[in-house]
């Protein structure tokens, strides 16, 4: 009331002066018509989910009409396959059911239902009716073209309703609204008695009462829409996402790929331990041998030439054990096994040639094979940072939380990095999947480049590790 007083009324006991929007500004307008903004806060995007939920349920309803006519169509194609019609037509149908159903995947995916393809992986047909053949009994055989089936016959119901139920109400709603704006008295006076819900729009006071109606159905709009549509995401993901024998299907092939890649990844790094012994640890204790035989037999006729014989042998000696203990640190750094993981990563980013910033945030130990997996990703993409990237600078954000170790390495090079150049990627991409893990990498021309890797495993003992 004091500022209702001071911007309405000259002084005590005059009459109230007509408010100027222009001079009170919005803001203070809103105060004096009594509108919180807080409330408009709320409003805004609740109206906004609203609205692209209404949009949303409009494509539903439309694809409920084309799950009508393909689920007829597939129907008649797959009852006349022994005809010979419906194996020519079975194979052109099938692409737009997939692309309907992948619409629908879409859809879902934007009310926040992620629903996986549930398709087999396709296989190689021969050219003519012999492919043909093949391609129908593919599709036949693929329990997911049954599902979609059956997804094409109750979405023509349910997607329909569900769909269109939204944008009924917003316009119910809307008409309402107008007619008790001052539409009702046009109405009225062509000589049409017209009723909005259970109420006669022929007086003030019922159109007052139609107005709450109105009012009340764009409440339900406002609250409803977003869950209708959610709720036909979550039943398109009952019958388009993968069954469970699919699911199991694929986690045997996944499992069965990953035990490849490991002992592929192992038989190489055996016979890279070998290559590096004989070359390296082995030749040099080859050649220390040698010289110590050389200094034997001149140690009495040639002290001179035994004792540098002997310093030689010391010096291989040195460097045969700086030697292993390279090897040692390739095939399982003392620092990560006595520090964890945590300091194992800030050793080699100290290690760089480039600046490493390193933040870090593992409260405890991880299983060691989890541990090896992640450092040696990470220095593998440090080392093509080095080597490819052009880069001075890069950060490495390691963290637990959610059951899960993630990594994110970023760099300020040229970018471009893309994993079918070379096999260090792959590499990391695979040592990733062995663990059920994943591996992103986003490296634009130009950069920056960011390397996001992410392992599930679970901690099992206290930090050990100092940062």
Not at 64 to 82: G, H, P, Q
Not at 167 to 190: D, H, K, N, P, Q
Not at 240 to 248: N, Q
Not at 395 to 424: C, E, K, P, W, Y
């Amino acid at each position: 009331m004091g500022e209702l007083t001071s911007d309405a009324v000259a002084e005590p006991g005059s009459p109230l002066r007509p408010v100027d929007p222009e001079r009170v500004g919005p803001h203070r307008l809103r105060r004096l018509l009594g509108v919180d903004a807080i409330t408009i806060a709320h409003i805004r995007p609740a109206l906004s989910r609203a609205l692209r939920a209404t949009g949303r349920g409009v494509v539903l309803a439309a694809t409920a009409v084309l799950s009508l006519v393909l689920f007829v169509a597939t129907t008649l194609a797959t009852a006349f396959i022994l005809l010979g019609v419906g194996m020519l037509l079975l194979p052109l149908l099938t692409p737009l059911v997939r692309r309907l159903t992948g619409l629908c995947r879409e859809l879902a995916a934007r009310s926040g239902v992620t629903i996986a393809t549930p398709y087999l992986p396709g296989r190689p047909s021969e050219p003519g009716v012999v492919g043909w053949v093949q391609r129908c009994r593919f599709i036949l055989t693929d329990p997911a073209s049954w599902r979609d089936l059956l997804f094409l016959l109750l979405n023509a119901a349910v997607g329909f309703v569900l769909g269109l139920l939204p944008a009924t109400l917003l316009v119910y709603a809307v008409e309402g609204l107008l007619l008790s704006s001052g539409f009702w008295m046009l109405i009225r006076e062509s000589g049409v008695d017209f009723w909005y819900g259970f109420t006669p729009m022929d007086t003030w006071p019922r159109v007052g009462v139609g107005a709450l109606v109105s009012l009340t159905v764009f409440v339900v709009w406002l609250a409803a829409a977003p869950r209708l549509v959610a709720g036909h995401a979550h039943f398109a993901r009952a019958l388009l996402g993968p069954s469970g024998r699919a699911l199991t299907a694929s986690r045997m092939r996944h499992l069965s790929e990953t035990r490849s890649d490991v002992i592929n990844i192992q038989a190489t790094e055996l016979r890279r331990i070998e290559r590096d012994l004989h070359d390296g640890a082995q030749a040099r204790l080859v050649a220390i041998g040698m010289k110590l035989g050389a200094a034997t037999r001149q140690l009495r006729t040639n002290p001179d030439a035994a004792e540098m014989l002997l310093v030689d042998a010391r010096n291989a000696t040195a460097s045969a054990l700086e030697e292993l203990r390279c090897l040692i640190r390739g095939i399982h750094p003392p620092v990560l096994a006595e520090r964890g993981l945590a300091d194992a990563v800030q050793a080699i980013a100290l290690e760089s040639p480039i600046d490493v910033a390193v933040t870090a945030d593992v409260p405890g130990r991880l299983a060691a094979p989890a541990e090896s997996a992640v450092y040696f990703a990470i220095s593998e993409l440090l080392t093509n940072i080095v080597k490819h990237a052009n880069a001075d600078r890069a950060s490495i954000d390691l963290r637990h939380q959610d059951g899960a170790v993630r990594a994110v390495v970023v760099d300020n090079g040229q970018g471009g990095a893309d994993a079918g150049t070379g096999t260090g990627i792959r590499g990391i991409e695979r040592r990733c999947a062995t663990f059920d893990g994943t591996f992103v990498l986003s490296s634009p021309e130009g950069g920056p480049t960011i390397a996001t890797l992410e392992l599930p495993c679970a901690l099992y003992s206290p930090r050990t590790s100092s940062c």
